[in-house]
């Protein structure tokens, strides 16, 4: 049954996601007590005048944060977040505007949230739960995960997923003005300062669905930060 009393924020961060924001804003408003935060990195594509078209269309519901300067999936993150955080919302989710995931889990994800301060939307729970990734990506996301573990000691089966749901006392907690990462990595570095803080960290299995429409923005320099950010977390003091 759904809970009547949820009070959501869902944080998506975008950079050329025209197509797919509108199809991602319809699917989380389905939830009664779900609002969205679109945070745009002045996309070329246009991407924020849309997601400004749909905040007039849900308005109380969907709501734009604008980003000039140096863009990076870490840096909208931390304005996201903490736009999330002044807004008093008792869950604040992230999630990707690429479709890979599925709104469908939000649901399921705030019902853990009852009993842990973060939950994951995991894609490694029962087996590899991904579709449309050439085995290449495969094995790379499995690598990446059991890098990030072994240096990292973070024992979560997906702690590289971008798909989370936080209880705002747990996120309130992190020291979201000095992180490292800007881009990728930022998302192991949350989960890295949570787990050093006692948070509890639940998992969910979602089946992810690989973006079908518009560009991937992983860059070398990018992947480059998610091998040495790992290092910089183990040797971080206290
Ligand atoms: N605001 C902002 N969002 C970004 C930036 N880079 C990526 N994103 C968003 O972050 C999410 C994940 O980016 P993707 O390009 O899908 O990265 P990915 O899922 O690792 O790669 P794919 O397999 O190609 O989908 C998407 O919603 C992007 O639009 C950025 O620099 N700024
Ligand atoms: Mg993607």
């Known amino acids: 049954m759904p ?35 679109v945070v ?6 246009g991407t924020g005048a849309v997601a400004d078209a749909l905040a007039r269309q849900h308005a109380g519901r969907v709501h734009v ?21 002044d807004t008093g919302a008792e869950l604040i989710f992230q999630m990707d505007a690429d479709l890979s995931h599925n709104p469908e ?13 973060v939950v994951i939307g995991s894609r490694y729970l029962t ?7 050439p085995l290449h990506r495969i094995f790379l996301s499995a690598f990446a995960n059991r890098y990030v573990r072994t240096v990292t000691g973070i024992s979560v089966s997906d702690c590289t997923s971008g798909f989370r749901c936080w ?48 560009q991937s923005k992983v860059s070398a320099r990018v992947l480059l930060e998610s091998l040495i950010v790992p290092w910089r977390l183990k040797f971080r003091r206290r």
């Open 3 to 37: 809970d009547a009393h949820i009070d959501a924020l869902v944080v998506v961060p975008t950079y050329n996601e025209r197509d797919n924001l509108p199809i991602l804003a319809q699917g989380i408003l389905a939830h009664p007590g779900f609002r969205l935060l």
């Open 40 to 45: 745009d990195d002045a996309s070329p594509d």
């Open 65 to 85: 944060l604008h980003r000039s300067g140096p863009r990076g999936l870490g840096r909208s993150y931390v304005d996201g977040l903490r736009r999330a955080l």
């Open 105 to 117: 889990y939000l649901p399921a994800m705030a019902a853990a949230a009852a009993e842990y301060d």
């Open 127 to 133: 087996g590899v739960s991904v579709v449309n990734w």
């Open 167 to 214: 209880r705002r006392t747990a996120l309130a907690r992190l020291p979201l003005g000095s992180m490292v990462s800007n881009g990728y990595a930022f998302v192991v570095e949350m989960l890295f300062e949570a787990s050093r803080r006692g948070c509890r960290i639940g998992e969910v299995p979602i089946i992810f669905i690989e973006r079908r429409q518009g």
